[in-house]
């Protein structure tokens, strides 16, 4: 950390500043100018994060040097991390495209839907059991019943199957149907969801929140890494932002950054990102032209009856389309389609 | 809802729409210009919700006409709403300051912060037993124990008790306790601990969501009240957005909005507002101005060693300031600080 | 500025570093800490800001300690600027009043508006004559005609007038009609122009912009002080964000901010602001309680019939209304409504 | 234009309301429900914007049914329009390349600059002569001199020369020197600029404003083209967000969006867009891949050195890599690098 002093801050603040760093152990070094004084701190970093330097007089700012994640820096663990998905690899080259519904309806909805997806080459299923939703009076998914159907899914079509769990009384329902437990934007940072999906057995997809900093997006990782589950993959679904046009801002120079920063995969779902379906196309190529190692995309047997997000899905024969495009893409980055 | 159609959308595109709502017992207005025709909807809510138009072809966009809430909106209760919190009451030109320390940190601590709020006027101890952090290495909080110690100030000192609750599993424990729930801002969308403290008897503290948006807010509340819990206070925290001198952007025009909008009182925190102790006596007085219900307003006896948000918590001394300030504000608008 | 080194940088990317600080005679502070150096520069701060360090290999990332303004700052001048614009005084305990029509429509509309807002207590008549607009066929203002218009209002009523100036050309005609030249918003960062206002003999009104940054604005008025006009008052009008409820999100702890940081007096338009006239009154009293120097409210004979931004303008009973009570809350704060 | 009534609107309000909608001409069709009445307005756009009904007593709100653009739309002109630069196409399948140092500082900087760029495969050379700088103590750029330099260049190298006009006075001396005119991000809504550079005769580059809306870019395009100039390509280069760890959050899925609605070309800059060079490889793929036109990219021969954004512009060795990158995409989404 480094504490920048006021212009007028007086000889004994900068003293009761270096006090209290010293007093619980840390190393301080002084850098003065001629107007001001700058105290660089080092030592343990958790002990720095404590001190309530910005408070004491004198004080103009703190700057902090590192970032508070550990487990998911690239610092930590040099090569990229490949996540394995009871067989379906993530990561490291291996584009995963997850598909289907944004949420289960019936069986017929749903086993159409993986069907279709299947055909087109995706590995993974995706469905809302339990939906979130900002209305109490909208429709909040069929719950178990839902998970039943996910599960019935695959074990007709050999999807893996990847669904929302939305508070911690229900990760255990979720990981016995469920192959991968997802964390929706609006709970990134429910820390309690995050503490019980890192002490399940489960890979875990975070998505990013609304408007969750990449900083704060890693740090919500690394509340599932600290509980020692290691098996993390992000997924950026768009940010909010004041354009209207789009229902949020995909954000893919996000996907470039923590492709940098962390070793951990990480995927997009371009249907939430943009809330159009026409844009899904487009952006499925764009993200996997920047580096993500997946997608997310929904797909509806007939958008224009599904019950939520019908907007946004694509149609059999545009998912199709789509997945050629990407598999062109794909194969430009090196990367294999399980 | 109002549905407008493509400059080329077909008759049968038109036919198609007007079927689909017809099917569902929806009435339909018609309105066919040189260019293109707008569809008008009516009927019940929900039931126009459900309905995936913006995915049939033909359609340009929807527009809906009535927001989604009912029982937090003044159509549903023409007066202000009173919240009685145990002989204490907020709204109806009842001034509530709720004030404390960010985190109890130990029995002195809290203890001597109860004081302080309690001689210069405020009716409500805050303090955080349980904290939402960004990183999982940061202080988390004393817990039951940092309840307790609440439970004990209140006794010694007369002040009602308001304090967060992080999960669905905590509310009974928080309920008892506490005199008042607090929704934290990253939980503004989690939606099962909505429904648990509308299933409690306490009143709630609803803050706004980092990036919600007022009609989210409201819609939030309709989660506590459509379980029967009409005992909800919002409270404005600060949004998201670019600027980064404040910690966060404080919107009092939420304030004034939500006031028309809402029958239920709402108060302005500019502690965690701005991040910047020195502007939580303008902000206060602000707030109060433009028809704040009350205020929540960080205190540590000593903000230089305070473990958490040490550089927005004022001191008793500047605390005692603010408070004679609002309180000319709070006479001018005809309230009453109890 | 202080610079960070990567935790691998080597001992000549270092060297490298200092060397070329040296090179250009700034002054070097090194902290070596057990995992990284961090450097800290001392020296004039223009010179500082063109070194391109944190393109040089070794480098994570450079912290600026001293803003780039001066003649702005509070350390350059410790008393508040008092603006006296022909007799009429803003900033130092006057609050200085401006309303009028968005637009200049009318001798009729802009006379019978200028007397309105003279009786309720105005010092001000504002109104548009070049109007900037979102589409080219909007209407686009009387130009020459409206300023000629507001000339002779100020003749019959002895308001001052405000009125925009859009570019670099229209300044010596702004400046022979007006009393003080306003630059809005979508011009804030149109240097060129701020330039030109500087060079004039006219106080400047400056809007923030849309999406300008607290230390932005500092700057832009920078920009006019720099050639020697010293008569600057920012105006506070909304920021960008996310929200849709109001217009813009008006930051009023912009205010209290630059109170702090600036000795220059600040406005807020409340009508821009919010975008809804029944906001207008509610964060009016906010803006003057939270410190500000003055308000400028849209006011229209007629806002059902107004040209543009009708729906945020009041009509001339609720701007008395609005007066009122801003007089209760100026007079509490110590303020003089001229 | 839809306007929707309160749902206590009374009878009489109506009335008024479609009394001045018809007494200008326009066209209305009423619906009317249960609890309200939606109003539909039908007629000559300019005229439906003019009238404000918003302020018109029992109108909830208004809603705009089309865009106020026109010959940016694809309804305006179904085909791709191409740009031709003196003989150098944009659009259409062809992929510009436009780089170069964000300003220029000397003939051997821009001139290695130029060969270095010109050597990999670009097209265009961009460089600021005049450069907008937050603040008025930075370097301005060498202007008049700076022309001069870049047409020096394009006589040694044969680039086409793009560069930034920054005032209304300057357009004659940009368009004597370079190709093609850049209206900067802080300039998009200089109205008076826009129309400027659309009465000259110079192809204009129209960067997106820090917080523009797409519609609001649109309309800026309109500005040039209602004045005749027909050769307008756009320029996404990342919008303003909360997002600390890039400069500016680059929004591809504008570029996919524009591509839809306009005609008119549209790049990308990543390296403003990112601030970060390490991002600009990734972005500028995923650019091409969903559909951008060309790029535009900071290259410097030697960016430790550069006096402005140098953190952000490539070496010539990484502009070679990601040259070759980008073809591959392009190849692959059938574009010609010209």
Redesign the interface.
Known sequence: M?I?MN?NATKQEMEQVVD?LEAVGL?V?L????S?T?I?V?GE??LI??Q?I????GVEKT?A??E??KLVSR?FHQEDSIIDIDGVKIGGGNLAVMAGPCAVESMEQLLESARVVKAAGAQFLRGGAFK????????QGLEVKGLEMLAKARELTGLKVVTEV????SVPVVAEYADMLQIGA??M?????L?AAGKSNKPVLLKRG??A????WL?AA??IM?EGNYNVVFCERG????????RN?????????V??ISHLPIIVDPSH??G????VG??S???????ADGLMIEVHPN?????????Q?LTPENFSLVMKEIS??AN?MGMKMA
Chains 1, 2, 3, 4 share one sequence.
């Open positions: 480094i920048v212009d209290r190393k070094h850098s003065t100018g001629d001001r700058i660089g080092i970093k958790g994060a404590e309530p910005e408070a004491m007089p700057v040097v590192t508070s994640y610092s979130p939703r900002t209305s109490p009076y909208a429709f939305v508070d911690v009384e609006r709970n940072q429910n820390f309690k969801l503490t609304l408007a900093t990449i900083n704060e740090n690394e509340y600290s940010i909010r932002t004041y354009e209207e046009y789009t801002t995909l954000d893919l120079s996000a996907v470039a950054a492709k940098q990102g943009t159009r379906w026409k844009l487009p952006m190529r764009a993200a996997v032209a920047c580096g958008p224009a009856i599904a019950l939520s997000d019908g907007k899905s062109g893409i430009l």
